[in-house]
């Protein structure tokens, strides 16, 4: 299964120093000028945006909705429980095996699914998230900033770019923070401090507590960070590198219950979807086709086992063994309105598009993957109108959607309106970062065209193109005077 990412082409190159500059703060501590004060909340909020957008460009944004209504859901829990705030929070799943979760400005949290799936329950889920929460109601972000009063953000912001584009990208940012002060020939070493991490720490804790969670939740976390603290110094995982003291916090935290009884987790179905559904679409594949698969070889009648099972084998293109067991799922649980649409998707991919388009059409669960599949399936069955109207759905909901971008317009052109199919096809191209098929099928686009006010839109894309063309000509010549100087 596909899942997309916000992939804007205009503000690429300051979206990448945005994210870097961003992350520096985080993880290093931003280099920032001797005059440089707190941020206020209108510049966290600001720079939030910036910082979103970059983040959504460089990593893989999970878009599952059962597991981001869940995260959300969890999260909120926990922020019902804090007085107000000055930030909207906002929670999201990161496709990365790593034990990693962290805050960034303006309340916008994520954790990585590496984590995830180390979870037990939602007591060491709220946990995690009550702990960056409090990161961000305290302010660390900014008093880090405050306090890094070293060389000038915009040289910083520049070399660091710079590092990215020779790095391949941001998959190795967890390890190469340390360049951030390259241009003054220091090293930004600068994490959380350990007074960060108490205070993140005793207010997490009381937000837990008031929203209903177990303490003993964040006890067996910080228990399962500790388990890769063997590794070398260069190899240890993010989230040990900028959340240190573990060991102290567990000492803690066993003082602490072991003054009261023992809690066990509550059994949440809510959960165990959400895991299953991270474990089997976004961890890895084998180790996870094991785990379910002795799950049922113990308890044959285990709904969810056979769910997550049917899941892996979709992904591994074993579409007959999914929809086997993705069937036993949903006889086992006849009411649940996820199941079908992932039996619908299944019952595609082996080529039976009567019963994927009975499924998908009556599928409860109204989701961007239900759409898609039941596009393709109508597509399949040469339904080109009701195919269309399927791909507009998932635009109109979601429209950084590259992939329906690509599909609307071949389910266009198959209908002969070649002004749209041409449109949307460039749409696409555009959102790929591929200017030279945009150009083509926007100029042809344009020779179909009959609408004014399409053709509004298409030049004004295609005057977006050009500008950024001449933006990143700049940086070019930018990039090779900052590397004369250094």
């Keep these: 299964m596909q899942r997309h990412t916000y992939n804007p082409l205009l503000c690429k190159f300051k979206k990448t120093i945005s994210l870097l500059t961003c992350l520096s703060i985080l993880f290093c501590g931003l280099i920032a000028p001797k005059t440089a004060l707190a941020l206020s909340i209108q510049e966290e909020d600001e720079l939030s945006e910036e910082f979103l957008k970059a983040v959504f460009q460089e990593f893989e944004v999970i878009k599952d909705p059962v597991i981001d209504e869940y995260v959300n859901k969890v999260g909120h829990n926990v922020v019902a429980a804090m007085p107000?705030?000055?930030?909207?929070?906002?929670?999201?799943?990161?496709?990365q095996d790593a034990y990693n979760a962290f805050a960034g400005p303006g309340g916008h949290i994520f954790i990585f699914s590496g984590l995830f799936i180390a979870l037990e329950n939602e007591d060491e889920l709220a946990a995690l998230l009550a702990h960056?929460?409090?990161h961000v109601s305290c302010r660390h972000i900014s008093d880090m900033i405050q306090k890094s009063k070293k060389a000038g953000l915009a040289t910083m912001a520049g070399v660091?770019?710079?590092i990215l584009v020779g790095l391949g990208g941001a998959g190795t940012l967890g390890s190469a923070l340390t360049i951030g002060s390259m241009a003054a020939g220091q090293s930004a070493?600068?994490?959380y401090s350990r007074e960060h991490e108490v205070q993140a720490d005793q207010i997490g804790r009381a937000y837990l507590q008031k929203a209903g969670y177990n303490l003993t939740g964040l006890q067996s976390v910080l228990k399962k960070i500790r388990t890769v603290d063997w590794f070398g110094p260069d190899e240890i995982p993010t989230y040990l590198r900028t959340h240190p003291a573990t060991e102290e916090r567990i000492i803690y935290l066993d003082n602490l219950?072991?003054?009261?009884?023992a809690v066990l987790a509550k059994k949440n179905a809510a959960f165990d979807r959400a895991h299953i559904r991270m474990t089997a679409l976004y961890g890895n594949p084998d180790q996870a086709a094991r785990i379910f698969k002795a799950r049922i070889d113990t308890n044959p009648n285990d709904a969810m086992a056979h769910y997550g099972y049917g899941l892996v084998m979709e992904r591994n293109g074993s579409a007959k063994t999914a929809i086997t067991h993705l069937t036993a799922a949903q006889k086992l649980l006849p009411d649940d309105r996820y199941i079908q649409t992932d039996l619908g998707e299944a019952c595609f991919l082996a080529g039976d598009y009567p019963q994927a388009l009975a499924l998908l059409t009556g599928a409860p669960h109204n989701t961007p993957d239900k759409y898609l599949y039941l596009g393709r399936t109508q597509m399949a069955l040469n339904h080109y109108a009701e195919a269309a109207d399927a791909f507009k759905q998932i635009i109109d909901d979601d429209p950084e959607h590259g992939e329906a971008y690509y599909l609307l317009g071949e389910?266009?052109?198959k209908l002969g309106e070649m002004g749209s199919a041409h449109y949307y096809l460039g749409q696409h191209y555009f959102k790929k970062d591929d200017p030279k098929n945009a150009r083509f099928h926007?100029?042809?686009?344009?020779?179909?065209?009959k609408n004014p006010e399409q053709i509004e839109k298409i030049k004004g894309l295609l005057k977006e193109m050009d500008e950024s063309a001449s933006f990143f000509g700049r940086r070019r010549e930018e990039k090779k005077d900052e590397e004369g100087r250094f």
């Design 84 to 95: 107000p705030q000055p930030f909207p929070y906002k929670f999201y799943a990161v496709r």
């Design 132 to 134: 960056e929460i409090a």
């Design 160 to 162: 660091v770019a710079g």
């Design 189 to 191: 070493a600068l994490a």
């Design 257 to 261: 219950l072991g003054r009261n009884p």
């Design 411 to 413: 389910a266009k052109g």
């Design 442 to 449: 926007l100029n042809k686009a344009l020779e179909y065209e």
